[in-house]
């Protein structure tokens, strides 16, 4: 059947009713009521306290990862004197790590509506002409490309990474901190340039003073939504987020609510090894002929090398340490109750008695990111730094690291190595 000829132009009647188009550097193109100096004020001063929360434990997190203490460690070896802050990681309180990550990725979640209602209630500037009035205004328009720019990739690179499970590995990393320090750049400019008017226009129940409100729209359509009902909307929104995102810090019936990580549902594991497990042994290409009867462990030092097989390991002096597993991805374990032969007794062996040094780990694993790590002095140091042959009370479990895993208070689990060959310790 032949089709009916559409007529390609408008009915009259309706194109009547059309406004006169206009471009978006016409500030009338805009017309949502709900824009204005309060609104973006407010949601600046949620995004100021906000993003320094997140910039700060994104710091404290490359930190923690002994970057400078050998290459294995630094995902960002060209980083140059953006590494001027680093220090060494303390191993206490043990569960600072779960406290700083657990903050970053879940304040970052939380954040994602705060961001995209703030850019909304500014997005008219975008268009304004003339680009630039004068160089200090040039400047900070400069100044905003870096800021937006530089937030939505680093939101977008954290995202990927926490929902899709080291989508970039490798690059990841390097990606996420230089985006970090570009966001920075504009962050801080921004602030100076804007804080002073955000407090002002709080400060005076939300009219500039001195001025028009420039953000608002100057032909606004009819509200279906007051301001105050946008900004609850916002906050809802996030709290939406937060109630189904920060159950990855926790276990039981806790990261059941998490319904939005990858997390999120029951522990993997059985009995004594039912938590939350990274890399399987499978995923990696360890073997229960790798694992079995034939393994040793290999520590070396000034004593020279020396081998041990878990049965050998077990006969020695074993502690137990009640630590977390805490990822960068964010998600975390409560306390597992660890037993093994501390890092520091493994040292005395070496050859170091008094004080035991720096180690670095190898594992049996052949290929992948996290097979080697290494750790610093005072995590060897630590009495509950072990080198772990159960948990929970049962022999480690394979996806768990058997026959032996690291395990150090207050680490990222980047550092936690699982299926352990060999020990090296010294200055690194
Ligand atoms: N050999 C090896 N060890 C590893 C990893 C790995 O990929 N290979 N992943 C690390 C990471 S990123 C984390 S978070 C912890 C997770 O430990 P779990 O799987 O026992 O929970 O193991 C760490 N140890
Ligand atoms: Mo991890």
């Known amino acids: 059947m032949p089709e009916r000829r559409r007529t390609p132009t408008l009915p009259a009647r309706l194109t009547a009713r059309l406004p006169a188009l206009r471009t978006p550097a016409d500030p009338g ?45 630094d995902k960002t070896p060209g980083k140059g004197w953006l590494g001027f802050y680093l220090f060494a990681w303390p191993t206490g309180p043990h569960w600072l790590y779960r406290l700083t990550q657990g903050l970053h990725v879940t304040v970052g979640v939380v954040l994602v509506p ?57 690059s990841f990393y390097a990606l996420h901190f230089y985006g970090a320090w570009v966001f920075l750049a504009g962050f801080v400019t921004h602030v100076a340039l804007k804080l002073p008017r955000a407090v002002r226009v709080l400060r005076s129940g939300g009219i500039p003073r001195g001025g028009p409100d420039t953000l608002a729209a100057p032909d606004p359509l009819p509200a279906t939504l007051s301001r105050r009902g946008a900004l609850v909307m916002v906050g809802a929104g996030s709290l939406l987020l937060l109630v189904t995102s ?35 042994a499978a995923a990696v290409g360890i073997t229960p002929a790798d694992t079995g009867e034939r393994w040793l462990l290999t520590v070396r030092g000034p004593a020279g090398e020396l081998r041990f097989s878990r049965a050998g390991l077990l006969a020695m002096e074993q502690h137990t340490a009640a ?17 093994g032969v501390r890092l520091s007794d493994l040292a005395a062996l070496a050859g170091y008695p008094d004080r035991p040094p720096a180690v670095f780990v190898e594992s049996l694993q052949r290929s992948g990111s996290f097979r080697k790590a290494a750790l610093r002095d005072n995590q060897v140091r630590d009495g509950r730094s072990l080198l772990a042959l159960e948990v929970n009370g049962a022999p480690l479990s394979p996806d ?29």
């Open 323 to 339: 630590l977390p597993i805490a990822c960068v991805e964010g998600w975390s374990t409560s306390d597992q109750l660890w037993r």
């Open 400 to 428: 768990h690291g058997y026959p032996a895993r690291i395990i150090v208070p207050a680490a990222p689990g980047v550092l936690n190595t699982k299926w352990v060959e060999t020990l090296t310790f010294g200055e690194l």
């Open 29 to 73: 193109c805009w017309r949502s009521p709900v824009r204005g100096a309060r609104f973006t004020a407010v949601l600046g001063v949620v995004l100021l306290a906000g993003l320094t929360v997140l910039f700060v434990t994104g710091l404290l997190s490359y930190a923690a990862y002994n970057p400078d203490l050998d290459p294995v460690n």
């Open 246 to 280: 920060a159950g990855r810090s926790f276990d039981g019936p806790l990261r059941r609510t998490a319904l939005l990580t990858p997390r999120g549902g029951t522990e993997q594991g059985q009995g004594a090894n039912a938590f939350q497990v990274n890399k399987t």
């Open 114 to 170: 705060v961001l995209l209602a703030k850019l909304w209630s500014v997005v008219p500037r975008l268009f304004a002409l003339p680009p630039a009035r004068s160089v200090g205004h040039a400047l900070e328009r400069l100044s905003l490309l870096l800021l937006v720019g530089g937030a939505l990739f680093e939101f977008l690179t954290g995202l990927l990474n926490i929902q899709l499970d080291y989508l970039f590995p490798g």
